[in-house]
Protein backbone atom coordinates (compact mmCIF):
# COMPACT_ATOMS: atom_id res chain seq x y z
CA UNK A 1 0.00 0.00 0.00
CA UNK A 2 1.69 3.13 -0.82
CA UNK A 3 1.01 6.32 0.79
CA UNK A 4 0.79 9.39 -1.06
CA UNK A 5 0.69 12.77 0.64
CA UNK A 6 -2.32 15.34 -1.18
CA UNK A 7 -1.63 18.82 -1.28
CA UNK A 8 -3.35 19.65 1.91
CA UNK A 9 -0.12 18.81 4.07
CA UNK A 10 -2.39 17.70 7.38
CA UNK A 11 -4.68 14.96 4.69
CA UNK A 12 -2.65 11.47 3.52
CA UNK A 13 -4.63 9.32 1.44
CA UNK A 14 -3.88 6.16 0.94
CA UNK A 15 -4.43 3.60 -2.10
CA UNK A 16 -3.94 -0.22 -3.24
CA UNK A 17 -1.55 0.80 -6.24
CA UNK A 18 -0.78 3.45 -8.45
CA UNK A 19 -3.69 2.88 -10.65
CA UNK A 20 -5.62 3.16 -7.90
CA UNK A 21 -4.39 6.82 -7.96
CA UNK A 22 -4.60 7.51 -11.27
CA UNK A 23 -8.56 6.90 -11.18
CA UNK A 24 -8.87 8.93 -8.08
CA UNK A 25 -7.04 11.96 -9.53
CA UNK A 26 -9.12 11.18 -13.23
CA UNK A 27 -12.17 9.92 -12.70
CA UNK A 28 -13.78 7.88 -15.73
CA UNK A 29 -16.48 9.45 -17.84
CA UNK A 30 -19.99 9.12 -16.28
CA UNK A 31 -23.07 7.29 -18.66
CA UNK A 32 -25.93 9.30 -18.85
CA UNK A 33 -28.99 8.69 -21.37
CA UNK A 34 -26.44 7.21 -23.57
CA UNK A 35 -23.88 10.48 -23.62
CA UNK A 36 -20.65 9.79 -21.54
CA UNK A 37 -20.28 13.48 -20.08
CA UNK A 38 -16.69 14.50 -17.55
CA UNK A 39 -17.81 15.84 -14.46
CA UNK A 40 -17.34 19.41 -14.00
CA UNK A 41 -16.10 21.08 -11.27
CA UNK A 42 -18.70 23.35 -9.75
CA UNK A 43 -18.17 27.12 -10.24
CA UNK A 44 -17.29 28.94 -6.79
CA UNK A 45 -19.51 29.39 -4.61
CA UNK A 46 -22.19 26.48 -6.14
CA UNK A 47 -23.63 23.70 -4.43
CA UNK A 48 -21.10 20.54 -5.36
CA UNK A 49 -23.50 17.87 -6.40
CA UNK A 50 -22.07 14.21 -7.24
CA UNK A 51 -24.90 13.51 -9.32
CA UNK A 52 -23.94 12.35 -12.68
CA UNK A 53 -24.76 15.06 -15.46
CA UNK A 54 -28.22 14.32 -17.89
CA UNK A 55 -29.00 15.04 -21.12
CA UNK A 56 -31.11 17.60 -19.89
CA UNK A 57 -28.67 19.74 -18.65
CA UNK A 58 -26.36 19.16 -21.75
CA UNK A 59 -28.88 21.13 -23.74
CA UNK A 60 -32.35 22.90 -23.43
CA UNK A 61 -35.23 20.80 -24.99
CA UNK A 62 -37.55 22.38 -27.75
CA UNK A 63 -39.94 24.29 -27.09
CA UNK A 64 -43.38 22.44 -27.19
CA UNK A 65 -46.66 22.53 -28.98
CA UNK A 66 -49.40 20.96 -30.02
CA UNK A 67 -50.15 19.50 -33.49
CA UNK A 68 -52.16 22.64 -33.97
CA UNK A 69 -49.42 25.02 -33.56
CA UNK A 70 -50.51 26.51 -30.31
CA UNK A 71 -48.27 26.05 -27.03
CA UNK A 72 -50.10 23.98 -24.58
CA UNK A 73 -52.21 25.51 -22.02
CA UNK A 74 -50.13 25.04 -19.51
CA UNK A 75 -46.16 23.83 -19.13
CA UNK A 76 -46.23 20.03 -19.72
CA UNK A 77 -46.33 17.65 -16.56
CA UNK A 78 -46.94 14.20 -15.26
CA UNK A 79 -48.96 15.80 -12.44
CA UNK A 80 -52.58 16.64 -13.17
CA UNK A 81 -53.85 19.42 -11.73
CA UNK A 82 -57.65 18.75 -10.99
CA UNK A 83 -58.64 22.07 -10.36
CA UNK A 84 -57.41 25.81 -11.10
CA UNK A 85 -58.77 28.28 -13.33
CA UNK A 86 -56.88 26.69 -16.60
CA UNK A 87 -58.95 23.65 -15.48
CA UNK A 88 -62.32 24.76 -14.91
CA UNK A 89 -62.29 26.97 -18.17
CA UNK A 90 -62.06 23.57 -20.19
CA UNK A 91 -64.99 22.51 -17.93
CA UNK A 92 -67.16 25.32 -19.29
CA UNK A 93 -65.59 24.55 -22.89
CA UNK A 94 -67.12 21.43 -22.67
CA UNK A 95 -70.50 22.03 -20.92
CA UNK A 96 -70.79 24.78 -23.84
CA UNK A 97 -70.01 21.86 -26.99
CA UNK A 98 -72.57 19.59 -24.83
CA UNK A 99 -75.09 22.44 -25.59
CA UNK A 100 -74.35 22.16 -29.22
CA UNK A 101 -74.23 18.11 -29.30
CA UNK A 102 -76.36 16.34 -26.92
CA UNK A 103 -78.61 19.22 -26.07
CA UNK A 104 -79.82 19.06 -29.87
CA UNK A 105 -80.00 15.73 -29.88
CA UNK A 106 -82.62 15.77 -26.78
CA UNK A 107 -84.40 18.86 -28.67
CA UNK A 108 -85.24 15.93 -31.74
CA UNK A 109 -88.69 15.00 -29.80
CA UNK A 110 -90.23 17.89 -31.18
CA UNK A 111 -89.01 17.98 -34.57
CA UNK A 112 -90.59 14.61 -34.70
CA UNK A 113 -93.91 15.53 -33.50
CA UNK A 114 -93.62 18.47 -35.82
CA UNK A 115 -92.12 16.43 -38.86
CA UNK A 116 -95.08 14.24 -38.26
CA UNK A 117 -97.88 16.37 -38.26
CA UNK A 118 -96.50 18.98 -40.66
CA UNK A 119 -93.36 19.20 -42.59
CA UNK A 120 -93.07 15.36 -43.49
CA UNK A 121 -96.21 14.13 -42.91
CA UNK A 122 -96.23 11.48 -46.01
CA UNK A 123 -94.15 9.59 -44.03
CA UNK A 124 -93.55 6.81 -41.80
CA UNK A 125 -92.56 7.90 -37.64
CA UNK A 126 -89.97 5.42 -38.85
CA UNK A 127 -88.12 7.37 -41.65
CA UNK A 128 -88.42 10.67 -39.46
CA UNK A 129 -86.56 8.75 -36.74
CA UNK A 130 -83.61 7.84 -38.89
CA UNK A 131 -82.84 11.69 -39.07
CA UNK A 132 -82.63 12.01 -35.12
CA UNK A 133 -80.81 8.54 -35.04
CA UNK A 134 -78.37 9.67 -37.83
CA UNK A 135 -77.80 12.60 -36.47
CA UNK A 136 -76.53 10.61 -32.89
CA UNK A 137 -75.40 7.68 -34.11
CA UNK A 138 -72.78 10.39 -36.07
CA UNK A 139 -71.79 11.41 -33.13
CA UNK A 140 -70.47 8.46 -32.13
CA UNK A 141 -69.32 6.61 -35.64
CA UNK A 142 -67.18 9.95 -35.50
CA UNK A 143 -65.77 9.44 -32.64
CA UNK A 144 -62.97 6.56 -34.39
CA UNK A 145 -61.32 9.18 -36.95
CA UNK A 146 -61.99 11.74 -33.52
CA UNK A 147 -60.14 10.25 -30.82
CA UNK A 148 -57.10 8.99 -32.78
CA UNK A 149 -56.85 12.88 -34.20
CA UNK A 150 -56.78 14.22 -30.81
CA UNK A 151 -54.45 11.40 -29.21
CA UNK A 152 -52.17 13.25 -32.00
CA UNK A 153 -53.14 16.86 -31.12
CA UNK A 154 -55.48 17.86 -33.39
CA UNK A 155 -58.12 19.08 -30.62
CA UNK A 156 -58.17 22.80 -31.83
CA UNK A 157 -58.97 21.39 -35.68
CA UNK A 158 -61.67 19.54 -34.72
CA UNK A 159 -62.97 21.95 -32.43
CA UNK A 160 -63.50 24.47 -34.96
CA UNK A 161 -64.27 22.22 -38.08
CA UNK A 162 -67.23 20.32 -35.95
CA UNK A 163 -68.71 23.98 -34.42
CA UNK A 164 -68.75 25.08 -38.39
CA UNK A 165 -70.47 22.19 -39.41
CA UNK A 166 -73.11 21.89 -36.34
CA UNK A 167 -73.72 25.65 -36.73
CA UNK A 168 -74.10 25.78 -41.06
CA UNK A 169 -76.20 22.49 -40.78
CA UNK A 170 -78.45 23.96 -38.35
CA UNK A 171 -79.01 27.35 -40.70
CA UNK A 172 -78.98 24.88 -43.49
CA UNK A 173 -82.02 23.15 -41.69
CA UNK A 174 -84.53 25.92 -41.38
CA UNK A 175 -84.50 26.40 -45.45
CA UNK A 176 -85.41 22.70 -45.98
CA UNK A 177 -88.77 21.58 -47.31
CA UNK A 178 -88.23 18.10 -48.41
CA UNK A 179 -87.61 14.56 -46.77
CA UNK A 180 -83.73 14.32 -47.84
CA UNK A 181 -82.97 17.86 -47.35
CA UNK A 182 -83.62 17.57 -43.61
CA UNK A 183 -81.29 14.26 -43.66
CA UNK A 184 -78.77 15.75 -45.24
CA UNK A 185 -78.58 19.14 -42.78
CA UNK A 186 -80.08 18.06 -39.49
CA UNK A 187 -78.88 14.58 -40.10
CA UNK A 188 -75.48 14.09 -41.84
CA UNK A 189 -73.77 17.48 -41.43
CA UNK A 190 -74.63 18.38 -37.97
CA UNK A 191 -74.11 14.73 -37.06
CA UNK A 192 -70.57 14.68 -38.20
CA UNK A 193 -70.17 18.22 -36.48
CA UNK A 194 -71.00 16.76 -32.95
CA UNK A 195 -69.01 13.77 -33.53
CA UNK A 196 -65.66 15.94 -34.13
CA UNK A 197 -66.16 17.95 -30.94
CA UNK A 198 -67.94 15.13 -28.14
CA UNK A 199 -65.35 12.80 -28.21
CA UNK A 200 -62.51 15.67 -27.90
CA UNK A 201 -64.47 18.02 -24.97
CA UNK A 202 -64.85 14.57 -22.68
CA UNK A 203 -61.10 12.95 -23.50
CA UNK A 204 -59.62 16.99 -22.50
CA UNK A 205 -60.77 16.56 -19.55
CA UNK A 206 -58.77 13.54 -18.34
CA UNK A 207 -55.87 15.88 -18.57
CA UNK A 208 -56.69 18.63 -16.01
CA UNK A 209 -58.46 16.15 -13.62
CA UNK A 210 -57.62 12.79 -11.87
CA UNK A 211 -59.40 12.34 -8.71
CA UNK A 212 -62.77 14.45 -9.16
CA UNK A 213 -62.69 13.67 -12.95
CA UNK A 214 -66.66 12.35 -12.75
CA UNK A 215 -67.60 14.85 -11.25
CA UNK A 216 -65.85 17.69 -13.94
CA UNK A 217 -67.17 15.43 -16.69
CA UNK A 218 -70.79 15.37 -14.87
CA UNK A 219 -70.93 19.02 -14.63
CA UNK A 220 -69.50 19.65 -18.22
CA UNK A 221 -72.63 17.62 -19.44
CA UNK A 222 -75.32 19.65 -17.75
CA UNK A 223 -75.46 21.45 -21.11
CA UNK A 224 -76.97 19.16 -23.15
CA UNK A 225 -80.54 19.13 -20.22
CA UNK A 226 -80.45 22.79 -19.75
CA UNK A 227 -80.22 23.26 -24.01
CA UNK A 228 -83.16 20.18 -24.13
CA UNK A 229 -85.08 22.49 -21.85
CA UNK A 230 -84.58 25.22 -23.79
CA UNK A 231 -84.46 24.74 -27.35
CA UNK A 232 -87.97 22.44 -27.07
CA UNK A 233 -89.73 25.56 -25.37
CA UNK A 234 -87.88 28.07 -28.16
CA UNK A 235 -89.13 26.04 -30.75
CA UNK A 236 -92.82 25.25 -29.51
CA UNK A 237 -93.51 28.64 -28.60
CA UNK A 238 -91.54 30.44 -31.90
CA UNK A 239 -92.70 28.03 -34.73
CA UNK A 240 -97.03 29.26 -34.42
CA UNK A 241 -95.54 32.41 -34.34
CA UNK A 242 -92.57 33.27 -37.06
CA UNK A 243 -93.16 29.87 -38.94
CA UNK A 244 -90.62 26.28 -38.82
CA UNK A 245 -87.73 28.58 -40.77
CA UNK A 246 -87.12 31.37 -38.05
CA UNK A 247 -87.77 28.95 -35.36
CA UNK A 248 -84.74 26.55 -36.80
CA UNK A 249 -82.65 30.16 -37.18
CA UNK A 250 -83.17 31.13 -33.74
CA UNK A 251 -81.88 27.51 -32.48
CA UNK A 252 -78.68 28.10 -34.40
CA UNK A 253 -78.29 31.73 -33.39
CA UNK A 254 -77.78 30.76 -29.84
CA UNK A 255 -75.87 27.40 -30.99
CA UNK A 256 -73.49 29.96 -33.01
CA UNK A 257 -72.82 32.33 -29.72
CA UNK A 258 -72.41 29.32 -27.44
CA UNK A 259 -69.69 27.85 -29.98
CA UNK A 260 -67.51 31.24 -29.21
CA UNK A 261 -67.30 29.92 -25.55
CA UNK A 262 -64.51 27.06 -26.33
CA UNK A 263 -62.97 28.37 -29.20
CA UNK A 264 -61.13 31.11 -27.04
CA UNK A 265 -61.27 28.70 -23.77
CA UNK A 266 -60.44 25.31 -24.40
CA UNK A 267 -56.60 24.15 -25.05
CA UNK A 268 -54.80 20.86 -24.31
CA UNK A 269 -52.76 20.70 -21.29
CA UNK A 270 -49.73 18.27 -22.78
CA UNK A 271 -48.47 18.16 -26.34
CA UNK A 272 -49.36 14.51 -28.00
CA UNK A 273 -46.44 12.08 -26.78
CA UNK A 274 -46.91 10.28 -30.47
CA UNK A 275 -48.71 9.15 -33.82
CA UNK A 276 -51.16 6.51 -33.01
CA UNK A 277 -53.54 4.17 -34.68
CA UNK A 278 -56.93 4.72 -34.64
CA UNK A 279 -57.35 0.71 -32.91
CA UNK A 280 -55.84 0.25 -29.66
CA UNK A 281 -54.95 -3.80 -30.21
CA UNK A 282 -54.45 -4.31 -26.75
CA UNK A 283 -58.43 -3.13 -25.63
CA UNK A 284 -59.66 -6.52 -27.60
CA UNK A 285 -58.44 -8.34 -25.36
CA UNK A 286 -59.58 -6.22 -22.32
CA UNK A 287 -62.40 -8.45 -21.10
CA UNK A 288 -64.12 -5.61 -19.04
CA UNK A 289 -63.55 -3.20 -21.74
CA UNK A 290 -64.99 -5.36 -24.57
CA UNK A 291 -68.00 -6.60 -22.11
CA UNK A 292 -68.54 -2.81 -21.19
CA UNK A 293 -69.00 -2.16 -24.64
CA UNK A 294 -71.19 -4.57 -25.20
CA UNK A 295 -73.13 -3.11 -22.97
CA UNK A 296 -73.19 0.15 -23.84
CA UNK A 297 -74.26 -0.71 -27.19
CA UNK A 298 -76.99 -2.50 -25.85
CA UNK A 299 -78.10 0.27 -23.60
CA UNK A 300 -77.95 2.84 -26.34
CA UNK A 301 -79.60 1.25 -29.18
CA UNK A 302 -82.77 1.82 -26.46
CA UNK A 303 -82.17 4.42 -24.38
CA UNK A 304 -83.72 7.06 -26.66
CA UNK A 305 -86.93 5.45 -27.09
CA UNK A 306 -88.58 7.88 -24.50
CA UNK A 307 -87.31 11.01 -26.17
CA UNK A 308 -87.96 10.23 -29.33
CA UNK A 309 -91.56 8.72 -28.88
CA UNK A 310 -92.95 9.76 -25.47
CA UNK A 311 -94.79 13.16 -27.26
CA UNK A 312 -96.44 10.99 -29.47
CA UNK A 313 -97.45 8.48 -26.97
CA UNK A 314 -98.68 10.86 -25.24
CA UNK A 315 -101.21 12.45 -27.84
CA UNK A 316 -102.20 8.90 -28.92
CA UNK A 317 -103.28 8.11 -25.70
CA UNK A 318 -105.10 11.13 -24.65
CA UNK A 319 -102.86 11.75 -21.93
CA UNK A 320 -101.41 15.08 -23.50
CA UNK A 321 -102.58 17.79 -25.92
CA UNK A 322 -100.66 18.43 -29.05
CA UNK A 323 -99.26 21.67 -27.35
CA UNK A 324 -98.25 20.43 -24.16
CA UNK A 325 -96.67 17.12 -25.85
CA UNK A 326 -93.68 18.97 -26.40
CA UNK A 327 -93.11 19.78 -22.84
CA UNK A 328 -92.89 16.01 -21.75
CA UNK A 329 -89.21 16.52 -23.90
CA UNK A 330 -88.67 19.38 -21.66
CA UNK A 331 -89.52 17.56 -18.41
CA UNK A 332 -86.89 15.08 -19.84
CA UNK A 333 -84.60 17.43 -19.83
CA UNK A 334 -85.08 18.94 -16.44
CA UNK A 335 -84.51 15.69 -15.03
CA UNK A 336 -81.65 14.67 -16.52
CA UNK A 337 -79.74 17.76 -14.90
CA UNK A 338 -79.78 16.19 -11.62
CA UNK A 339 -78.81 12.99 -13.30
CA UNK A 340 -75.61 14.23 -14.77
CA UNK A 341 -74.25 16.08 -11.46
CA UNK A 342 -75.87 13.91 -8.66
CA UNK A 343 -74.14 10.63 -10.29
CA UNK A 344 -71.12 11.75 -11.27
CA UNK A 345 -70.31 13.61 -7.88
CA UNK A 346 -71.38 10.20 -6.25
CA UNK A 347 -68.81 8.46 -8.91
CA UNK A 348 -65.75 9.90 -7.69
CA UNK A 349 -66.08 8.12 -3.87
CA UNK A 350 -67.91 5.05 -5.35
CA UNK A 351 -66.94 4.39 -9.14
CA UNK A 352 -68.02 5.70 -12.09
CA UNK A 353 -68.93 1.89 -13.17
CA UNK A 354 -70.93 1.06 -9.84
CA UNK A 355 -73.34 4.30 -10.58
CA UNK A 356 -73.96 3.22 -14.15
CA UNK A 357 -75.29 0.32 -13.34
CA UNK A 358 -77.80 1.22 -11.22
CA UNK A 359 -78.63 4.17 -13.20
CA UNK A 360 -79.51 1.65 -16.00
CA UNK A 361 -81.33 -0.77 -13.90
CA UNK A 362 -83.28 2.19 -12.64
CA UNK A 363 -83.98 3.03 -15.95
CA UNK A 364 -85.18 -0.17 -17.46
CA UNK A 365 -87.64 -0.38 -14.38
CA UNK A 366 -88.84 2.74 -15.23
CA UNK A 367 -89.31 2.02 -19.19
CA UNK A 368 -91.70 -1.15 -17.90
CA UNK A 369 -93.59 1.78 -16.01
CA UNK A 370 -94.50 3.56 -19.47
CA UNK A 371 -96.83 0.25 -19.32
CA UNK A 372 -99.06 2.02 -17.04
CA UNK A 373 -99.26 5.50 -18.17
CA UNK A 374 -102.60 6.90 -18.49
CA UNK A 375 -102.95 10.25 -17.28
CA UNK A 376 -101.21 13.50 -17.26
CA UNK A 377 -99.44 13.20 -13.96
CA UNK A 378 -97.75 9.88 -14.67
CA UNK A 379 -96.24 11.18 -17.30
CA UNK A 380 -94.87 14.02 -15.74
CA UNK A 381 -93.40 11.49 -12.97
CA UNK A 382 -92.20 9.56 -15.30
CA UNK A 383 -90.37 11.71 -18.01
CA UNK A 384 -88.71 13.45 -14.54
CA UNK A 385 -87.32 10.35 -13.24
CA UNK A 386 -86.45 8.49 -16.24
CA UNK A 387 -84.30 11.79 -17.65
CA UNK A 388 -82.40 11.78 -13.98
CA UNK A 389 -81.35 7.71 -14.43
CA UNK A 390 -81.08 8.23 -18.28
CA UNK A 391 -78.72 11.31 -18.07
CA UNK A 392 -76.49 9.14 -15.20
CA UNK A 393 -76.34 6.81 -18.50
CA UNK A 394 -74.65 9.15 -20.98
CA UNK A 395 -72.60 11.31 -18.80
CA UNK A 396 -71.05 8.17 -16.66
CA UNK A 397 -70.26 6.33 -19.93
CA UNK A 398 -67.10 8.44 -20.95
CA UNK A 399 -65.64 8.47 -17.11
CA UNK A 400 -66.22 4.82 -16.99
CA UNK A 401 -64.37 4.52 -20.57
CA UNK A 402 -61.40 7.14 -19.19
CA UNK A 403 -61.43 4.73 -15.91
CA UNK A 404 -60.36 1.70 -17.77
CA UNK A 405 -58.27 2.96 -20.20
CA UNK A 406 -54.47 1.94 -18.51
CA UNK A 407 -52.96 4.54 -20.70
CA UNK A 408 -54.27 8.20 -21.04
CA UNK A 409 -52.51 8.85 -24.16
CA UNK A 410 -54.64 5.81 -25.46
CA UNK A 411 -58.27 7.16 -23.95
CA UNK A 412 -59.07 8.93 -27.29
CA UNK A 413 -58.30 5.67 -29.24
CA UNK A 414 -60.29 3.66 -26.82
CA UNK A 415 -63.59 6.26 -26.85
CA UNK A 416 -63.23 6.00 -30.96
CA UNK A 417 -63.68 2.25 -30.29
CA UNK A 418 -66.47 2.45 -28.11
CA UNK A 419 -68.13 5.39 -29.30
CA UNK A 420 -68.17 3.41 -32.91
CA UNK A 421 -70.27 0.61 -31.76
CA UNK A 422 -72.39 2.26 -29.29
CA UNK A 423 -72.83 4.81 -32.83
CA UNK A 424 -73.56 2.26 -34.40
CA UNK A 425 -76.56 0.64 -32.25
CA UNK A 426 -77.99 4.52 -31.41
CA UNK A 427 -78.26 5.04 -35.65
CA UNK A 428 -80.36 1.80 -35.88
CA UNK A 429 -82.21 1.75 -32.35
CA UNK A 430 -84.78 4.31 -32.45
CA UNK A 431 -85.82 3.21 -36.09
CA UNK A 432 -86.29 0.26 -34.82
CA UNK A 433 -88.27 1.14 -32.47
CA UNK A 434 -90.34 3.19 -34.97
CA UNK A 435 -90.60 -0.10 -37.05
CA UNK A 436 -92.07 -2.03 -34.16
CA UNK A 437 -94.57 0.66 -33.17
CA UNK A 438 -95.88 0.42 -36.81
CA UNK A 439 -98.51 2.99 -38.89
CA UNK A 440 -100.30 5.67 -36.92
CA UNK A 441 -103.85 4.04 -37.36
CA UNK A 442 -102.81 1.08 -35.40
CA UNK A 443 -99.44 1.61 -33.24
CA UNK A 444 -98.33 -1.44 -31.20
CA UNK A 445 -97.20 0.73 -28.32
CA UNK A 446 -96.70 -2.90 -25.94
CA UNK A 447 -93.80 -4.30 -27.92
CA UNK A 448 -92.00 -1.04 -28.83
CA UNK A 449 -92.23 -0.04 -24.70
CA UNK A 450 -91.11 -4.09 -23.94
CA UNK A 451 -88.16 -3.56 -26.68
CA UNK A 452 -86.70 -0.56 -25.20
CA UNK A 453 -87.31 -1.69 -21.20
CA UNK A 454 -85.19 -5.52 -22.13
CA UNK A 455 -82.43 -3.93 -23.73
CA UNK A 456 -81.83 -1.93 -21.37
CA UNK A 457 -81.39 -4.78 -19.00
CA UNK A 458 -79.69 -6.89 -20.91
CA UNK A 459 -77.13 -4.37 -21.05
CA UNK A 460 -77.08 -3.68 -17.13
CA UNK A 461 -76.10 -7.45 -17.03
CA UNK A 462 -73.23 -7.32 -19.38
CA UNK A 463 -71.92 -4.10 -17.15
CA UNK A 464 -72.67 -6.06 -14.41
CA UNK A 465 -70.62 -9.35 -15.58
CA UNK A 466 -68.02 -6.65 -16.33
CA UNK A 467 -67.77 -4.77 -13.36
CA UNK A 468 -67.58 -8.30 -11.65
CA UNK A 469 -64.27 -9.07 -13.83
CA UNK A 470 -62.84 -5.84 -12.76
CA UNK A 471 -63.23 -6.77 -9.16
CA UNK A 472 -61.55 -10.41 -9.48
CA UNK A 473 -58.30 -8.15 -11.54
CA UNK A 474 -57.79 -5.38 -9.30
CA UNK A 475 -59.70 -6.35 -5.98
CA UNK A 476 -61.34 -3.63 -4.82
CA UNK A 477 -65.09 -2.64 -4.79
CA UNK A 478 -64.36 0.81 -6.31
CA UNK A 479 -64.46 0.76 -10.20
Request: hydrophobic share 50%.
Amino acid sequence: MAAVMDQDPEKTVYYNSESDRTEADHPPLKMSDGLETPTEKPADGAFESHAPASSSQLAAPPAQTTTDGTPPAAPPSNDIPDGGLTAWLQVLGSTAILVNTWGVINTFGVFQAYYESELLRDHSSSDISWIGSTQAGLLFLVGVVAGPLYDAGHFRHLLFVGLFLIVFGQFMTSLCTQFWQVMLAQGITMGIGMGLTFLPSAAILGQYFSRHRALALGLSSVGSPVAGVIFPIMFSRLQPQVGFGWATRAIAFILLAVSAVPIAFMRTRVPPRAKRSFIDTSALTDAPYVLFIAGGALAFLTLYVTFFYISLFAISHGVASESFAPYLVTLLNAGSVFGRIIPNALADRYGSLNLLIICIVASAVLVFGWLGIDNLGGAVVYTLLYGAFSGGVVSLTPSVIVGLSPDMSRVGARMGMGFLVMGVSILVGTPIAGAILGDKENPRWLGTILYAAFGLLVAAALDILSRFLLYRQKKAWKA
